[in-house]
C-alpha cells in the first residue's frame, strides 16, 4: 500500500514552512503564521531538508540522552523525491521539525546497497523503522521491500541497521564494525558479532520461476514468515496474499509507564518482544535477544539466520488474521494499569486508514478493544475489521476548520520529562492525498485504564505547557464542536480528496466525521440539537465524566477522560487558538471515543 504514494508522478514539497528559524523561541505572532502555514502553505519544489513536517510516512518517535527528539520514517515522498534510506527529522520542542538532507542510510539503496543484506535485486524501498540505544549504540530495525517477485527473491524483509550517532550514518549489522571503529569497539566489549542482518523474510515462490523449489511449495506459496503461521495456517491455500506474516513495522515492547523496553525470559535467556506483520496474515509477536537483538526461537536459542525450523520462531498471531488490513503495530505496556495496548493502522493508505485500539492483561493476548470486541479475528469476521479496534484516531473535522484524515502508522513512546507522546503521519482533507504530514500528540490513560488523547496537535512555548492542570467548571463549560467516533463495514464509491479517481471504501473512515455542537451546561446538563444528557467535573479540576443521551433522551453512553487546555492548530482564522478540549471514551457500552473544543467567543 505504501508504494502507491513512493510511485506518485507529483513532486510537491514543502519551501515555506518555518520563515523564522527551526528552533528560535516564537513570538505568538510566529505561533500563530506557523501553525497556519504548516498546512495551507505546503508548496512545491525544495529539497528534503526543507521538507519539515511534510513527506513523513510511518514515523517513529525517539528521544536522545539529551533530549533532542527524532523522528525516523518511510524512504516515502510526493514523486519519489528526496533520499531512499529512512528519513530523519529532529525537533526540541515536538512542534518544529527539521528534516536532515541526508538519510539514515546515508547511501543510495542500489543493487550494492542490497549485497550487503544478501539480496540480488535491483531496487528497494526501505520502510517504518523503529529505534532504541543501548550499549552506546543506536539499533534500527526497518522493513525493505523489494521490486523483484520470482524464484527465491524476499519480496519483504526486516533488517537490523546500527550507527553511533542518531543521525547516522546506520550500517547493516553485519558490516557496521568494519564501516565504524566506535561500533567495533562497542560490540567488542559486549562480545558480538554479526554474520548476517536480517531478522525475518517475507517470500513467496512461483514456480514458473522455479523448477527445482520443494514439493511442499506451491505456485505463488508463502515462505519462511508463513510457515510458522499458526493463526492461519489451515487457511494457507485463501491466496497468497493472505497466509504469512508481512514483514513490515517492527516495533519493541516498551513500558509507557517507566520508558524501558519489557524483559521477558525465554529458555533462560532474557529478550525483547518485538511485533511486525501486516494483512497477509496478522500482526506477529516474536523475541529477540535483548543484548545483540538477533532473533531467538521458543526454545531460548539465538538465531543467526532468519530461517530456522523450530515451530513459532517467526512469531505467533496475535491480532488480525486472513486478510483483514492490519498493520503498522504498536504493543506498549503500561506499569500503572496492569494492561497491554495493541494499537493497529487500518484499511486502504489514501482513503480510508485510521488507528484502532483494544488491551489485554496478558502480552498474547486476546485484546480486546473497549466495546468488548476481540481483534484476533477469524474467517468469519475478518472482512469486517473495520468494526473492530475502538477508534482513537480517524478522520474527523470540526465545524469550519482544518480537517484530517487517513492517520496511522503511529508510534508511542515516553519522553524524558514524563510525556505520553503519540506519532503518526496524516493526510488533510483540504489537499490532494499525496500530501501527508508529520503530527504529534499526547495522550493520557482514564482512571479504568483507558488511553485517550488530546486531539489537537501538542503544542508548548514559554507561555504555555499542555499538561493536565485543574480548572474551574466554570472555565469547562461553554459551547463545544464535538466528534463521536463512529465505526463500521459500510462500502460505498467516494472520491477521495484532491483526487480523480473513485475507490470503493469504508465510508465512516474515509470520511472525515462532522462535528455536532454541544453545550456543557454550568447545572451540569447537556444541550444542544444533537445531544443530552449530564456532565461533571472531578474535584481534581480536570477529570471529566460525560451521560451523553440523544436529543430525544436515550442513552449513548458514559464517557471518561479529561478537559485540559490545548492549542487548535486547526482553526483558519489565525487568533484564539488557545482553547479548552475534552477527550473522553465509553468502555461500558459502545467503545467510542468522544472528545470536542470550546468555541472560543
Not at 96 to 112: G, I, M, V, Y
Not at 379 to 400: D, N, Q, T, W
Request: proline share 4%.
Amino acid at each position: 500500500m505504501v508504494n502507491k504514494i513512493v510511485k506518485k508522478s507529483l513532486l510537491i514539497t514543502l519551501s515555506a514552512l518555518m520563515t523564522y528559524g527551526l528552533f528560535a523561541a516564537p513570538s505568538k505572532r510566529d505561533v500563530d503564521r506557523y501553525v497556519y502555514t504548516k498546512y495551507s502553505n505546503a508548496t512545491s519544489g525544495g529539497s528534503q531538508a526543507e521538507w519539515g513536517a511534510l513527506n513523513c510516512h510511518d514515523p517513529k518517535i525517539f528521544q536522545d540522552d539529551d533530549g533532542t527528539y527524532y523522528v525516523y520514517s518511510t524512504d516515502a515522498a510526493i514523486g519519489g523525491a528526496g533520499q531512499k534510506g529512512i528519513q530523519i527529522r529532529k525537533s526540541t520542542d515536538l512542534v518544529h521539525w527539521e528534516c536532515l538532507p541526508r538519510s539514515a542510510t546515508q547511501k543510495k539503496w542500489d543493487k550494492a546497497w542490497l549485497q550487503w543484506l544478501g539480496y540480488n535485486a535491483v531496487t528497494a524501498s526501505t520502510w517504518a523503522p523503529t529505534v532504541i540505544k543501548q550499549n552506546g549504540l543506536y539499533y534500527m530495525f526497518h522493513g525493505i521491500i523489494t521490486d523483484v517477485r520470482s524464484a527465491g527473491y524476499p519480496d519483504a524483509a526486516i533488517t537490523l541497521a546500527i550507527a553511533s550517532s542518531a543521525e547516522g550514518p546506520f550500517y547493516p549489522a553485519a558490516l557496521a564494525a568494519s564501516k565504524d571503529e566506535v561500533i567495533a569497539e562497542a560490540l567488542n566489549k559486549i562480545g558480538v558479532e554479526y554474520s548476517q542482518s536480517n531478522l525475518v523474510r517475507y517470500t513467496y515462490y512461483d514456480r514458473s520461476f522455479d523448477f527445482d523449489a520443494p514439493e511442499s511449495v506451491t505456485e505463488f506459496d508463502c515462505y519462511n514468515t508463513g510457515a510458522y503461521d499458526t493463526h492461519n495456517k489451515m487457511e494457507a491455500d485463501i491466496n497468497s496474499f493472505s497466509y504469512g506474516f508481512g514483514c513490515i513495522d517492527p516495533e519493541f515492547v516498551a513500558d509507557v509507564a517507566t520508558g524501558k523496553n519489557m524483559i521477558y525470559e525465554i529458555g533462560g535467556r532474557k529478550c525483547y518482544a518485538l511485533t511486525y506483520g501486516s494483512w497477509k496474515g496478522g500482526i506477529a509477536l516474536m523475541y529477540v535477544d535483548s543484548l545483540s537483538l538477533k532473533p531467538v526461537s521458543p526454545d531460548g536459542q539465538e538465531m543467526n539466520a532468519p530461517a530456522d525450523s523450530k515451530d513459532g520462531a517467526f512469531g505467533i498471531c496475535i491480532a488480525g488474521g486472513y486478510g483483514a488490513a492490519y498493520e503498522g503495530a504498536q504493543v506498549i505496556y503500561n506499569s500503572d494499569t496492569g494492561y497491554y495496548y495493541i494499537f493497529v493502522s487500518m484499511g486502504g493508505l489514501e482513503n480510508e486508514y485510521r488507528v484502532g485500539m483494544g488491551r489485554s492483561k496478558t502480552l498474547n493476548g486476546p485484546y480486546f478493544d473497549a466495546g468488548g470486541k476481540t481483534m484476533y479475528l477469524d474467517p468469519m469476521v475478518a472482512s469486517r475489521y473495520h468494526e473492530f479496534g475502538s477508534k482513537i484516531m480517524g478522520g474527523e473535522e470540526l465545524k469550519g476548520e482544518f480537517g484530517w484524515r487517513c492517520p496511522g502508522g503511529q508510534s508511542i513512546m515516553l519522553s524524558k520529562d514524563g510525556k505520553i507522546l503519540f506519532a503518526c503521519h496524516s493526510r488533510t482533507n483540504f489537499k490532494p492525498g499525496y500530501f501527508f504530514f508529520l503530527q504529534i500528540r499526547q495522550m493520557f490513560f482514564t482512571q479504568d485504564g483507558w488511553p485517550v488523547l488530546n486531539h489537537n496537535e501538542y503544542y508548548e512555548d514559554a507561555d504555555f505547557t499542555e499538561k493536565l492542570a485543574p480548572l474551574s467548571p466554570v472555565e469547562v463549560a461553554g459551547t463545544y464542536n464535538a466528534v463521536l467516533t463512529v465505526r463500521s463495514s459500510k462500502i460505498e464509491h467516494y472520491t477521495p480528496y484532491g483526487e480523480g479517481s473513485v475507490a470503493d471504501v469504508h465510508i465512516d473512515d474515509a470520511v472525515p466525521t462532522p462535528s455536532q455542537e454541544l453545550t456543557l451546561n454550568e447545572d451540569g446538563s447537556i444541550g444542544g440539537k444533537t445531544y443530552s444528557g449530564s456532565w461533571k467535573l472531578m474535584e481534581d479540576g480536570y477529570t471529566v465524566e460525560l451521560l451523553l443521551k440523544d436529543a430525544k433522551g436515550a442513552e449513548i453512553g458514559t464517557f471518561k477522560g479529561y478537559a485540559l487546555s490545548a492549542v487548535d492548530w486547526a482553526i483558519k482564522n489565525p487568533v484564539a487558538r488557545k482553547v479548552i478540549s475534552f477527550t473522553t471514551i465509553d468502555s461500558e457500552k459502545t467503545g467510542e471515543y468522544f472528545w470536542g473544543n470550546k468555541k472560543n467567543k
